[in-house]
Protein backbone atom coordinates (compact mmCIF):
# COMPACT_ATOMS: atom_id res chain seq x y z
CA UNK A 1 0.00 0.00 0.00
CA UNK A 2 1.22 3.35 -0.50
CA UNK A 3 0.81 6.17 1.74
CA UNK A 4 1.67 9.79 1.77
CA UNK A 5 3.40 10.97 4.69
CA UNK A 6 0.75 13.45 5.83
CA UNK A 7 -1.95 10.58 5.82
CA UNK A 8 -0.17 9.00 8.33
CA UNK A 9 -2.05 11.28 10.36
CA UNK A 10 -5.20 11.22 8.78
CA UNK A 11 -6.03 7.31 8.63
CA UNK A 12 -6.18 6.61 12.76
CA UNK A 13 -7.56 9.95 13.33
CA UNK A 14 -10.57 8.36 10.57
CA UNK A 15 -13.91 8.63 12.00
CA UNK A 16 -16.10 7.47 8.99
CA UNK A 17 -16.45 11.68 7.36
CA UNK A 18 -15.03 12.75 4.04
CA UNK A 19 -15.60 13.80 0.72
CA UNK A 20 -18.01 11.18 -0.21
CA UNK A 21 -19.04 7.59 0.51
CA UNK A 22 -16.63 6.08 -2.09
CA UNK A 23 -14.11 8.42 -0.23
CA UNK A 24 -14.69 6.99 3.26
CA UNK A 25 -15.76 3.17 2.07
CA UNK A 26 -11.74 3.37 0.87
CA UNK A 27 -10.05 5.54 3.68
CA UNK A 28 -11.81 2.77 5.92
CA UNK A 29 -10.43 -0.05 3.97
CA UNK A 30 -7.11 1.15 3.93
CA UNK A 31 -7.43 2.59 7.77
CA UNK A 32 -7.95 -1.20 8.31
CA UNK A 33 -5.18 -2.39 6.06
CA UNK A 34 -2.77 -0.01 7.14
CA UNK A 35 -3.29 -1.68 10.98
CA UNK A 36 -2.11 -5.32 9.81
CA UNK A 37 0.27 -4.57 7.11
CA UNK A 38 2.90 -2.18 5.83
CA UNK A 39 2.89 0.95 4.02
CA UNK A 40 5.16 2.76 1.29
CA UNK A 41 5.60 5.94 2.19
CA UNK A 42 5.29 8.43 -1.09
CA UNK A 43 5.13 12.39 -1.57
CA UNK A 44 2.47 11.61 -4.74
CA UNK A 45 -0.72 10.99 -5.04
CA UNK A 46 -1.20 7.30 -2.72
CA UNK A 47 -3.83 5.15 -2.27
CA UNK A 48 -6.04 7.32 -0.11
CA UNK A 49 -6.05 9.89 -3.03
CA UNK A 50 -7.68 7.43 -4.95
CA UNK A 51 -11.35 8.51 -4.48
CA UNK A 52 -10.07 12.05 -3.55
CA UNK A 53 -11.92 14.60 -5.54
CA UNK A 54 -9.01 16.88 -5.51
CA UNK A 55 -7.07 14.01 -7.31
CA UNK A 56 -6.84 15.55 -11.18
CA UNK A 57 -5.01 12.70 -13.14
CA UNK A 58 -3.03 11.90 -10.21
CA UNK A 59 -1.67 15.27 -8.65
CA UNK A 60 -3.33 16.74 -5.95
CA UNK A 61 -5.45 20.39 -6.67
CA UNK A 62 -3.79 21.08 -3.22
CA UNK A 63 -0.58 19.79 -4.23
CA UNK A 64 1.61 22.47 -2.74
CA UNK A 65 0.03 22.23 0.86
CA UNK A 66 -0.03 18.55 1.12
CA UNK A 67 3.48 18.80 -0.04
CA UNK A 68 4.40 21.01 2.92
CA UNK A 69 2.32 18.31 4.89
CA UNK A 70 4.42 15.82 4.06
CA UNK A 71 7.40 17.49 4.53
CA UNK A 72 7.00 18.25 7.78
CA UNK A 73 5.81 14.63 8.65
CA UNK A 74 9.17 13.20 7.05
CA UNK A 75 11.13 16.03 9.14
CA UNK A 76 9.23 14.61 12.46
CA UNK A 77 9.73 11.21 11.88
CA UNK A 78 13.05 11.27 11.22
CA UNK A 79 13.65 12.98 14.71
CA UNK A 80 11.92 10.37 16.57
CA UNK A 81 9.04 12.85 16.97
CA UNK A 82 5.39 12.18 16.85
CA UNK A 83 3.98 14.48 13.92
CA UNK A 84 0.31 16.17 15.16
CA UNK A 85 -1.87 18.30 13.62
CA UNK A 86 -1.38 21.27 15.14
CA UNK A 87 1.86 21.52 13.87
CA UNK A 88 1.17 20.04 10.46
CA UNK A 89 -2.33 20.81 8.80
CA UNK A 90 -4.09 23.91 11.11
CA UNK A 91 -5.04 24.86 7.57
CA UNK A 92 -6.57 21.54 6.58
CA UNK A 93 -10.19 21.07 5.45
CA UNK A 94 -10.77 18.28 8.40
CA UNK A 95 -8.45 19.97 10.99
CA UNK A 96 -11.70 20.92 13.36
CA UNK A 97 -12.33 17.05 13.30
CA UNK A 98 -9.17 15.55 14.04
CA UNK A 99 -7.34 18.39 15.95
CA UNK A 100 -9.00 16.25 19.37
CA UNK A 101 -8.22 12.95 18.35
CA UNK A 102 -5.42 11.27 20.49
CA UNK A 103 -3.48 8.85 19.33
Known sequence: MKLRYHHLMCIPRFKGEGYSK???DNLDNIKKSFE???AQLVSE???VCR???NNIGGVCRDEEKVIRYDRLVKER???GEKPQPQD???DCRWYEICRYIEV
Open 51 to 53: CCP
Open 36 to 38: NGD
Open 88 to 90: ICS
Open 22 to 24: AFC
Open 77 to 79: LER
Open 45 to 47: CDD
